[in-house]
């Protein structure tokens, strides 16, 4: 893919997964008290969802390009769910419920998380040429493992909570 390509690309997946990031923080909850979800089912939910995501990373087999002539990466798999995943959109709903009004920081939280994304996604050949093909390997298996922790401590926090309450 060209350079100008991929850019476009790059912001076009951005735009999509700050969209549907802030649609989660701003009507999440009312998805979820319409669907009759607890919060806590869906801390479980979502920990066991990075949980599958870690073990992938971990395993490598998050290496495997997706090409499919008729799909437009930018939406899938780059906006969903690799920037706005399952694991992001349950964290981005746990923080709207916990955060106090206004809900500012976490909408600035979103905004600052997707800028610094598009900033690596912009620079991805240069890091890719620095770190080098171990490189990229060490750092997927340790930010594997980081998010394999998380994961677990998101999913016990909602069985806690589903079991104490």
Not at 59 to 86: F, H, N, S, Y
């Amino acid at each position: 893919m060209e350079a100008q390509q991929r850019n476009k690309v790059i912001d076009k997946a951005i735009l999509v997964a700050i969209a549907v990031l802030l649609l989660f923080a701003c009507a999440g909850k009312f998805i979820l008290s319409y669907l009759d979800v607890s919060m806590a089912s869906l801390r479980v939910a979502g920990g066991l969802l990075l949980l599958l995501i870690a073990l992938q990373m971990l395993q490598g087999e998050l290496d495997t390009p997706v090409i499919d002539k008729e799909r437009d990466v930018a939406i899938t798999p780059l906006a969903l769910p690799l920037l706005a995943g399952p694991g992001t959109l349950t964290s981005v709903m746990l923080l709207m419920s916990e955060s106090p009004s206004p809900h500012i920081s976490v909408v600035v939280g979103i905004i600052a998380a997707m800028f610094v994304s598009w900033l690596i996604l912009r620079q991805a050949n240069f890091i890719d040429n620095w770190i080098g093909a171990e490189g990229e390997v060490i750092i997927t298996q340790l930010l594997g493992f980081l998010l394999a922790a998380l994961a677990v401590e998101i999913g016990s926090t909602g069985i806690r909570e589903l079991f104490l309450s």
